[in-house]
């Protein structure tokens, strides 16, 4: 039964569809044949052709018009439940309406398009970046846990083996905890297939993957027992797995050849496993934590250190605990543990950490961005309302209800928003493209971020409640209240009301002022950015390649071997065509800190002072390849070895922190472990891309190569562009080595081009941002003086007519826009100023209230307000004051 | 033209369209002819209102509308009132002449 309705009420509905062209014909047929008579009874009175035609059409009003009320008439839904009828009727009104105004329409649409799509891709970014949770089961339990110091308050520091060991005993406010290595991955050598391979290590503590809540493929995951050098097993990735084993389940329990020593497989991850902290890992090795380990000093924090809060368990609660045990340990062992105690973060503030005051002046800027595209739709509608008051105040008087027309406002509201959302969606997806492209990789977990609908969905609601606000209630407001007033007003050539137009220029006035805030953000930006570029690092970048080439324990377990290695090495690679300099360091330049030891002297009163500094052992020219000069002594030489006085070089700052006098060379220092006498004074470098400058101090492999197995990373300095020289290097480390692998090979400049990759990131987005308001507000304040001329066609076409030159109407009609422009300008270097300070930490080398600045958006603003406002000015010169009279 | 035109009081259209169609059959034009003519020129019908008003009276069944041939041989839509419209219409003009009587009586007594 209900189905032979709905097919009745179907059938019906398409056979009226259809019916449609015709009726529409009919119409027209009969409308035309009346404009035919009447023309014909003017001319037979005695009026020529042309004349009569115009008094015909003008006496008939608007055709169109005629014509819709006439459709709806005839096709008003006669019962309620028509609502299908009802709807098309609407929808087709509402195009063809929106059609004859392709102006409103085009500019409406592209006004929602930036406004949503920008948004929406942005966030789209932020939110998966930064909105949602961790990938993991309640992903609130996640801490780090770090190694606190009394005297530097927001110091984070990473564990010592015992000091985690003697923790995690002493609590019971986690389900589980568990350190990681925390130094540069750790690489193993594989040999599949007879190619050596270079696989990513990651030594870590029973109970890793159980605060992940990650359950193996295969096998198990690494036991109490386990936490020992000499346990040699492993847990594969699931991409190792695929790759070695092809896949094959029986691999748990067989061997794999690592670095020369033989593990035991005890199981597979699953692919979706992913450890947010350490990136991406190929396999997982036990991380030794019993106490005579060598590196298991209490002095030697090396560890990185997560967990799991049981449930329940507030972050005080466990910080209590732990302070009991920190305390017990103080007490214990003064010598190592003096105010050092162990502190736990949130894991998500740890992750998202640096990169949280871009994202939320990012946000920001998008907020304000949704909010100028707002203001224009408001704006738009706004204007269109006022403009159609007579013909809303006709169709009610014809009949149409309030509720008709709020219906057929809705109508058009929406079928615009839904032009305006399908092109936004578009650009949303070329957006989120676009950002991920651009995105440095230093962008925490930029690989999670998936499209986002309920935001794109938000946006375009906002963006369109806006819109019906403003265009809908004023339009209904008129249309009832103003009935008669103006249907009688014959003088179509009012400006729309003082109300409406106060409101407008409101609009418009704050428009300007929140673009004016974006593009003095991102002219701040722009400006650090630059500064930032220019900064001199102290280093020399260009043709310099850098590569690891990490020496397998079981075959370099000797100092002698690994040194041995380096040195013919690096006589192998000198003799290289267009190779000027090699040397190796353990630490880039430029790369963040790294290993902060202490540096110790003795003042000219005789007292034993200390400083933290970065420390670096390098080999044979690494100073002149990367392009740090030496500024007094000498660098260091081959006989610089093991049975030599301990040496080091100490950088500039160093030096004169040390020896204010310039009297560094020869002195006995406490440096890089050990007591060294001082031979040389280099410049300093930077440890960051922003000039971060640390004291420094340096090391020969040739003597200090002994402490460990440092896995030096090469820096060749080469003639011109390197092409080729990687294969050249792959050639002479085989025939040395064959099984030693040329492993992640860099130049200098991709390197730093990666630290400045963040900022350019946000200044990409920013200057978008800065790029689609800029356009928002020039359109609003086109579109409001268009509207305005087109209003007031009459008057200004009088004003012609009585001898007003163009020019001075030009002036008039800018003045008007330029009037909005500069109060909204005022108002926006106010907002700037104030909101300028949210950017201190982004800034670089600027003031975050920069004069050139605040000087120059202003006056960039007001003349791309005064261009927006001169098209329509030029249009009004071009009335033809007897047309502008007659147009009545 | 040369006096000023009154226009239609609301809801006078409908009846003086179906008393115009009384007479004889007609299309649009000659019924907004026969009101200006026959009032000489003081009322004058809107084309914005009369054809929505006779589409409308047309779905109630008042008037019916068959397609055919002007006298200048154009193709136009002839109206015709109906039994419907013929009792419409004695029920409109009696409600216009109480009210016109109303209104005459309240004026005379001044």
């Given at each position: 039964?209900?189905?032979?309705?709905?097919?009745?009420?179907?059938?019906?509905?398409?056979?009226?569809?259809?019916?449609?062209?015709?009726?529409?014909?009919?119409?027209t047929?009969e409308l035309?044949?009346?404009l035919?008579?009447?023309?014909?009874?003017?001319?037979?009175?005695?009026?020529p052709?042309?004349?009569a035609?115009?008094?015909?059409l003008?006496?008939?009003?608007?055709?169109?018009v005629?014509?819709?009320?006439c459709?709806?008439?005839?096709?008003?839904?006669?019962?309620?439940?028509?609502?299908?009828?009802?709807?098309?009727?609407?929808?087709?009104?509402?195009?063809r309406?929106?059609?004859?105004?392709?102006?409103?329409?085009?500019?409406?649409?592209?006004?929602?398009?930036?406004?949503?799509?920008?948004?929406t891709?942005?966030f789209?970014?932020l939110n998966?970046?930064?909105?949602?949770p961790?990938p993991?089961?309640?992903p609130?339990?996640?801490?780090r846990?770090?190694?606190?110091?009394?005297?530097f308050?927001?110091?984070?520091?990473v564990?010592?083996?015992?000091?985690?060991?003697?923790?995690?005993?002493?609590?019971d406010?986690f389900?589980?905890?568990?350190?990681?290595y925390t130094y540069?991955e750790?690489?193993?050598?594989?040999n599949t297939?007879?190619v050596?391979?270079?696989i990513?290590a990651?030594?870590?503590?029973s109970?890793?993957?159980?605060?992940?809540?990650?359950?193996p493929?295969?096998?198990?995951?690494l036991?109490?027992?386990?936490?020992?050098?000499s346990?040699r097993?492993?847990?594969l990735?699931?991409?190792l797995?695929?790759?070695?084993?092809?896949?094959?389940?029986?691999?748990?329990?067989?061997?794999?050849?690592?670095?020369?020593?033989?593990?035991?497989?005890i199981?597979v991850?699953?692919p979706?496993?992913?450890?947010v902290?350490?990136?991406?890992?190929?396999?997982?090795?036990?991380?030794d934590?019993?106490?005579?380990?060598?590196?298991?000093?209490?002095?030697?924090?090396?560890?990185?250190?997560?967990?799991?809060?049981?449930?329940?368990?507030?972050l005080?609660?466990?910080?209590?605990?732990?302070?009991?045990i920190?305390?017990?340990?103080?007490?214990?062992?003064?010598?190592?543990?003096e105010?050092?105690?162990l502190?736990?973060?949130?894991?998500?503030?740890?992750?998202?950490?640096?990169?949280?005051?871009?994202?939320?002046?990012l946000?920001?800027?998008?907020?304000?961005?949704?909010?100028?595209?707002?203001?224009n739709v408001?704006?738009?509608?706004?204007?269109?309302?006022?403009?159609r008051?007579?013909?809303l105040?006709?169709?009610?008087?014809?009949?149409?209800?309030?509720?008709r027309?709020?219906r057929?406002?809705?109508?058009e509201g929406?079928v615009?928003?839904?032009?305006?959302?399908?092109?936004g969606?578009?650009?949303?997806?070329?957006?989120?493209?676009?950002?991920?492209?651009?995105?440095?990789?230093?962008?925490?977990?930029?690989?999670?971020?998936?499209?986002?609908?309920?935001?794109?969905?938000?946006t375009?609601?906002?963006t369109?409640?806006?819109?019906?606000?403003?265009?809908?209630?004023?339009?209904?407001?008129?249309a009832?209240?103003?009935?008669?007033?103006?249907?009688?007003?014959?003088?179509?050539?009012?400006?729309?009301?003082?109300?409406g137009?106060?409101?407008?220029g409101?609009?418009?006035?704050?428009?300007?002022?929140?673009?004016?805030?974006?593009?003095?953000?991102?002219?701040?930006?722009m400006?650090?950015?630059?500064?930032l570029?220019?900064?001199d690092?102290?280093?020399?970048?260009?043709?310099?390649?850098?590569?690891?080439v990490?020496?397998?324990?079981?075959?370099?377990?000797?100092?002698?071997?690994?040194?041995?290695f380096h040195?013919?090495?690096?006589?192998?690679?000198?003799?290289l065509?267009?190779?000027e300099?090699?040397?190796a360091t353990?630490?880039?330049?430029?790369?963040g800190?790294?290993?902060?030891?202490?540096?110790?002297?003795?003042?000219?009163?005789?007292?034993?002072?200390?400083?933290?500094?970065?420390n670096?052992?390098?080999?044979g020219?690494?100073?002149?390849?990367?392009?740090?000069?030496?500024?007094?002594?000498?660098?260091?030489?081959?006989?610089?070895?093991?049975?030599?006085?301990?040496v080091?070089i100490?950088s500039?700052?160093?030096?004169?922190?040390a020896?204010?006098?310039?009297?560094?060379?020869?002195?006995?220092?406490?440096?890089?472990?050990?007591?060294?006498?001082?031979?040389?004074?280099?410049s300093?470098?930077a440890?960051d891309?922003?000039g971060?400058?640390?004291?420094?101090?340096?090391a020969?492999?040739?003597?200090?190569g002994?402490?460990?197995?440092w896995?030096?990373?090469?820096?060749?300095?080469?003639?011109?562009?390197?092409?080729?020289?990687?294969?050249?290097?792959?050639?002479?480390?085989?025939?040395?080595?064959?099984?030693?692998?040329?492993?992640?090979p860099?130049?200098?400049?991709?390197?730093?081009?990666?630290?400045?990759?963040r900022?350019?990131f946000?200044?990409?987005?920013?200057?978008?941002?800065?790029?689609?308001a800029?356009?928002l507000?020039?359109i609003?304040?086109?579109?409001?003086?268009?509207?305005s001329?087109?209003?007031?066609?009459?008057?200004?076409?009088?004003?012609?007519?009585?001898?007003?030159?163009?020019?001075?109407?030009?002036?008039?009609?800018?003045?008007?826009?330029?009037?909005?422009?500069?109060?909204?300008?005022?108002?926006?270097?106010?907002?700037?100023?104030?909101?300028?300070?949210?950017l201190d930490?982004?800034?670089?080398?600027?003031?975050?209230?920069?004069?050139l600045?605040?000087?120059?958006?202003?006056i960039?603003?007001?003349?791309?307000?005064?261009?927006?406002?001169?098209?329509?000015a030029?249009r009004?010169?071009?009335?033809?004051?007897?047309e502008?009279?007659?147009?009545e | 033209?040369?006096?000023?035109?009154?226009?239609?009081?609301r809801g006078?259209?409908?009846?003086?369209?179906?008393?115009?169609?009384?007479?004889?059959?007609?299309h649009?034009?000659?019924?907004?002819?026969?009101i200006?003519?026959?009032?000489?020129?003081?009322?004058?019908?809107?084309?914005g209102?009369?054809?929505?008003?006779?589409?409308r009276?047309?779905?109630?069944?008042w008037i019916a509308?068959?397609?055919?041939?002007?006298?200048?041989?154009?193709?136009?839509?002839?109206?015709?009132?109906?039994?419907?419209g013929?009792?419409?219409?004695?029920?409109?003009?009696?409600e216009w002449?109480?009210?016109?009587?109303?209104?005459?009586?309240?004026?005379?007594?001044?």
């Open positions: 039964m209900v189905r032979s309705v709905f097919v009745h009420r179907m059938l019906r509905w398409l056979r009226e569809r259809f019916m449609r062209r015709t009726i529409s014909k009919n119409i047929d035309s044949f009346h035919a008579q009447r023309i014909a009874e003017y001319e037979h009175a005695g009026l052709p042309r004349e035609r115009r008094k015909a003008e006496r008939f009003g608007s055709m169109d005629v014509i819709d009320t459709h709806e008439v005839q096709h008003v839904p006669q019962r309620k439940d028509d609502l299908m009828a009802g709807i098309w009727q609407d929808l087709r009104v509402a195009v309406t929106i059609r004859h105004a392709p102006g409103f329409a085009g500019v409406a649409i592209l006004t929602l398009a930036l406004g949503i799509g920008a948004n891709a942005v789209t970014v998966s970046v930064l909105l949602s961790l993991y089961h309640q609130e339990q996640l801490v846990l770090v190694t606190g110091w009394d005297q308050p927001d110091s984070r520091g564990l010592s083996g015992p000091d985690f060991v003697d923790h995690r005993a002493g609590v406010a389900q589980h905890l568990a350190v990681l540069r750790r690489g193993l050598d594989i297939g007879g050596p391979q270079r990513r990651l030594p870590v503590s109970g890793y993957f159980e605060v992940y809540r990650a359950v493929l295969l096998g198990r995951t036991t109490l027992d386990e936490e020992r050098e346990a097993v492993a847990v990735s699931h991409h797995w695929q790759e070695i084993a092809g896949g094959d389940r029986e691999v748990v329990g067989s061997g794999i050849t690592m670095d020369g020593v033989s593990y035991t497989v199981g991850m699953p979706s496993f992913l450890d902290v350490a990136g991406e890992i190929d396999v997982w090795i036990p991380q934590l019993q106490p005579d380990y060598m590196f298991n000093g209490r002095h030697n924090t090396y560890l990185t250190g997560i967990g799991r809060l049981k449930a329940g368990v507030s005080e609660q466990a910080q209590a605990q732990l302070d009991v920190s305390a017990n340990l103080q007490e214990q062992y003064p010598e190592s543990n105010r050092r105690s502190k736990i973060y949130p894991m998500f503030e740890e992750v998202v950490g640096s990169s949280k005051t871009m994202l939320f002046v946000m920001g800027a998008a907020g304000l961005v949704l909010l100028i595209a707002c203001v408001a704006n738009l509608f706004l204007a269109r309302s006022v403009a008051q007579r013909e105040a006709v169709r009610s008087a014809l009949g149409a209800g309030a509720m027309l709020a057929q406002l809705l109508t929406l615009l928003a839904a032009a305006g959302g399908a092109v969606l578009a650009v949303t997806f070329v957006g989120v493209r676009f950002l991920l492209a651009i995105s440095p990789q230093s962008l925490a977990r930029a690989s999670e971020v998936s499209f986002d609908v309920v935001l794109l969905g938000f375009l609601v906002l369109i409640v806006t819109g019906l606000m403003f265009g809908l209630v004023p339009a209904l407001w008129s009832r209240l103003n009935l008669n007033d103006t249907l009688r007003d014959s003088t179509r050539g009012t400006t729309g009301g003082v109300r137009r106060h409101m407008r409101a609009l418009v006035s704050s428009q300007m002022a929140l673009a004016l805030v974006l593009l003095v953000g991102a002219g701040l930006l400006k650090s950015f630059v500064t570029l220019r900064t690092l102290g280093i020399d970048a260009e043709n310099v390649t850098t590569f690891e990490h020496l397998p324990d079981a075959r370099y377990g000797e100092p002698e071997q690994r040194i041995r040195l013919t090495f690096q006589d192998r690679l000198r003799a065509p267009g190779v300099a090699v040397g353990s630490w880039l330049p430029v790369s800190r790294y290993h902060s030891w202490g540096f110790r002297w003795e003042n000219a009163a005789g007292e034993t002072e200390g400083i933290s500094a970065q670096r052992v390098v080999e020219d690494y100073f002149e390849a990367i392009g740090i000069s030496l500024l007094q002594g000498r660098t260091f030489t081959r006989s610089d070895d093991m049975d030599a006085p301990a080091t100490i500039k700052s160093a030096a004169d922190r020896f204010p006098d310039g009297d560094a060379i020869g002195r006995q220092v406490g440096a890089v472990g050990e007591v060294r006498t001082v031979v040389g004074v280099v300093d470098v440890v891309h922003r971060g400058f640390q004291p420094t101090t340096y020969p492999h040739t003597e200090f002994d402490d460990r197995n896995a030096l990373i090469q820096v060749v300095r080469t003639r011109g562009e390197a092409s080729g020289l990687l294969n050249a290097v792959r050639n002479q480390l085989a025939a040395i080595d064959q099984d030693l692998v040329v492993y992640h860099r130049t200098m400049d991709v390197i730093m081009g990666r630290q400045v990759a900022d350019r946000a200044l990409t987005l920013m200057g978008i941002f800065a790029a689609v800029l356009t507000a020039a609003g304040i086109y579109g409001v003086l268009s509207y001329v087109s209003q007031r066609t009459q008057e200004i076409g009088i004003r012609m007519a009585l001898g007003a030159r163009a020019v001075e109407v030009r002036r008039i009609v800018v003045g008007q826009g330029l009037t909005l422009a500069v109060l909204g300008i005022v108002v926006g270097v106010g907002g700037a100023f104030a909101l300028s300070r949210l930490s982004m800034v670089f080398g600027v003031s975050v209230r920069d004069p600045i605040f000087t120059t958006v202003p960039t603003l007001g003349a791309v307000a005064a261009l927006a406002g001169y098209l329509p030029r009004a010169t071009r009335v033809d004051p007897m502008a009279l007659r147009s | 033209m040369t006096k000023s035109q009154l226009d239609l009081l006078t259209l409908d009846m003086l369209v179906l008393k115009a169609l009384g007479q004889a059959p007609m649009g034009y000659d019924i907004a002819r026969m200006e003519v026959s009032t000489e020129d003081v009322l004058r019908v809107e084309e209102s009369l054809y929505p008003a006779l589409h009276m047309e779905r109630r069944g509308a068959t397609w055919g041939r002007s006298e200048n041989n154009r193709r136009a839509k002839f109206y015709e009132l109906t039994d419907l013929r009792e419409q219409l004695e029920l409109e003009s009696a002449k109480r009210y016109t009587d109303a209104v005459e009586q309240m004026m005379r007594k001044s």
